[in-house]
């Protein structure tokens, strides 16, 4: 692979699309992996409804799926767009069976409500098609916050999305896009469930404060060095500590308190 093949098409598109990077046998070893994890005792995600069924940080539990996420494949491949250094805030394996239904179009940072960007890289367990709740994603989207609306248990994109494209996928395509790529998936009309398993990394820069310690570092100087730490930079950033000051306050403070903080009368 060839350095920064991928950044500037990433920065025009706010994500690439990689085909074939895994093979079927190393989807089938994944999806192993993933069943190994005991996912059956981790189904109260608060996303689940009917067939459509998210499995959560299943890399903090399995060494394996850890190796996975960390090989220098991948790491060559993320540092081009993230940068060289970088850890994971979230995994999950997502398992779209007949009769799901459509999840709607959304940024990811509209979900989180994170200041700083991270980058989720989804891998094609088995393939997705139009019938069976496939990827839909928006070119450039991802060049700002855009209006969002709470809707039942999720945040729907407020707007008509432009130029929509479906991404048509094998097992081991992967496609790596922005948090504030708009993307959704529409129902699953077949008889097959569509899986898909997503990892979300972010840079070492940024800090998540939704994510208790430890955290999983996966690259630093753009070279695999997978382990487990409290802190890190990002993390010990006043200013990015402070960018979630009133969202700690909203928690704990009294009124005259946030509106101390927040400059108000
Ligand atoms: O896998 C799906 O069908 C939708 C999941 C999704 O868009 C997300 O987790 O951001």
Redesign the pocket.
């Given at each position: 692979m060839q350095n920064n093949q991928y950044c500037e098409e990433f920065q025009q598109q706010g994500y690439i699309i990689c085909r074939n990077f895994f093979s079927e046998e190393e989807m089938t070893t994944l999806m192993e992996d993933i069943r190994a994890t005991e996912i059956n005792e981790d189904g109260k995600h608060v996303?689940n409804k009917g067939t459509?069924n998210?499995y959560s940080n299943l890399f903090s539990r399995s060494q394996k799926i850890q190796e996975f996420v960390s090989q220098p494949r991948l790491v060559d491949l993320l540092k081009q767009v993230i940068g060289p250094d970088f850890w994971i805030r979230w995994d999950?394996a997502?398992a779209?069976g007949p009769g799901?239904v459509t999840?709607p179009w959304?940024q990811?940072n509209a979900?989180s409500g994170l200041k700083d960007l991270h980058y989720?890289l989804w891998i094609a367990l088995t393939k997705m098609t139009s019938e069976n709740?496939g990827?839909w994603l928006v070119p450039g989207s991802d060049k700002s916050i855009l209006p969002h609306k709470k809707i039942d248990k999720h945040a729907v994109y407020q707007g008509t999305p432009e130029n929509p494209v479906f991404v048509e996928a094998k097992p081991g395509d992967v496609v790596l896009f922005s948090s504030l790529t708009l993307?959704?998936?529409t129902p699953n009309v077949s008889q097959d469930a569509r899986w898909?398993y997503?990892v979300e990394y972010m840079s070492l820069e940024h800090f998540d404060p939704t994510i208790k310690p430890p955290y999983f570092v996966v690259a630093r100087d753009g070279k695999r060095q997978p382990e487990f730490v409290n802190f890190y930079r990002g993390k010990l950033n006043i200013a990015n500590q402070l960018k979630y000051l009133p969202r700690a306050l909203g928690k704990v403070a009294p009124d005259w308190a946030k509106n101390a903080v927040l400059g108000r009368n």
């Open positions: 996303l459509l998210f999950q997502v779209k799901a999840f959304h990811d979900y989720q709740g990827l993307h959704s998936t898909a997503v």
